[in-house]
């Protein structure tokens, strides 16, 4: 896949699966501005992609706030001349049930995921249209924002509204010829390390072992290299057609996420009481109750 002659924004780059996209993108050919918010992680992650060849500058910046959006923006642009790609990674965990998560902790993870892909994503697009050329959002979702996940009221709630970003900015952008995709990603780091269910395939990668098939496949739990080649694809003029899409990818597996639909529909004319609703629910609407949480499945006996 070859970018030659793109630039690219990944924030939240200086390690884990950002720096993952921002190492695939390089090596693709794309110039890259990495992004971390302490200023020796930003820079050390830089000169990785320098010493393999790649065009990077770091930029150290807590994502967020429209200043450092267009501090991000402005990097891209004096660097390099111009903007093609935002790749929306930043993040930061607060996990907590409800009753006992504070306001900082909710405020904290919405402000960098949430209102930190949408102010960058302004100054992006903003760039992106002055160029008249197209562009790129790639948005970083996750499977607690399809599912939920006990625990993450602030995470889940971001995640699923940065799915609710990319409908309505693929409509708002398809005239410009800028796309815009959710990743929806699964793969051994810091966060994934905090889960009890995972913690055993993190320790093991980081011991040097290969993965069962089990956690490759059906889990989809690999490396952060297992996911960076979608970023690389959907920043590609291969991915031109590509546009409001909720992509999976972890391990092996790659997976299409349905959009949302009505799976039950009945009529009342006049509208419903609740003692028609009562009465027609365990018949009509019971059988076809959604889960919550993703459904995991049970490792194989050793």
């Not at 065009?55 to 111009?82: H, I, M, P």
């Amino acid at each position: 896949m070859d970018l030659t002659g793109k630039v690219a924004i990944v924030t939240g780059s200086g390690r884990g699966l950002g720096l993952a996209y921002a190492k695939r993108l390089a090596a693709a050919g794309a110039a890259v501005i990495v992004n971390d918010v302490d200023a020796a992680v930003a820079e050390q992650a830089a000169e990785e992609l320098r010493a393999a060849g790649g065009k990077a500058v770091a930029v150290a910046a807590a994502v967020g706030s429209s200043e450092a959006a267009q501090q991000l923006v402005n990097a891209a642009k004096d660097s390099f001349g111009r903007l093609d790609v935002l790749v929306a990674n930043a993040g930061v965990l607060r996990d907590k049930v409800l009753w006992k998560m504070t306001d900082e902790d909710f405020d904290t993870v919405i402000g960098v995921h949430l209102r930190g892909t949408f102010t960058t994503a302004r100054a992006a697009v903003v760039a992106m249209k002055e160029q008249g050329e197209g562009g790129r959002l790639i948005l970083i979702g996750s499977p607690a924002g399809q599912y939920g996940n006990f625990g993450q009221t602030n995470y889940a709630a971001a995640k699923a509204g940065i799915i609710g970003f990319t409908k309505v900015w693929a409509m708002e952008l398809s005239r410009d010829k800028i796309t815009v995709n959710a990743v929806v990603p699964v793969a051994a780091t810091a966060m994934t390390a905090t889960v009890p269910f995972l913690k055993p395939y993190v320790e093991a990668l980081e011991a040097g072992e290969p993965l069962p098939q089990f956690a490759r496949r059906e889990l989809a739990f690999g490396t952060p290299e297992d996911v960076a080649g979608l970023v690389a694809f959907l920043a590609s003029d291969a991915a031109a057609d590509v546009t409001g899409q909720a992509i999976g990818v972890g391990g092996d597996r790659l997976s299409l996420y349905a959009h949302t639909d009505q799976i039950v529909k009945e009529y009342s004319e006049g509208g419903w009481s609740e003692d028609e609703i009562a009465a027609i629910w365990p018949t009509a609407f019971a059988p076809h109750l959604q889960s919550v949480g993703e459904k995991l499945p049970t490792p194989p006996e050793k």
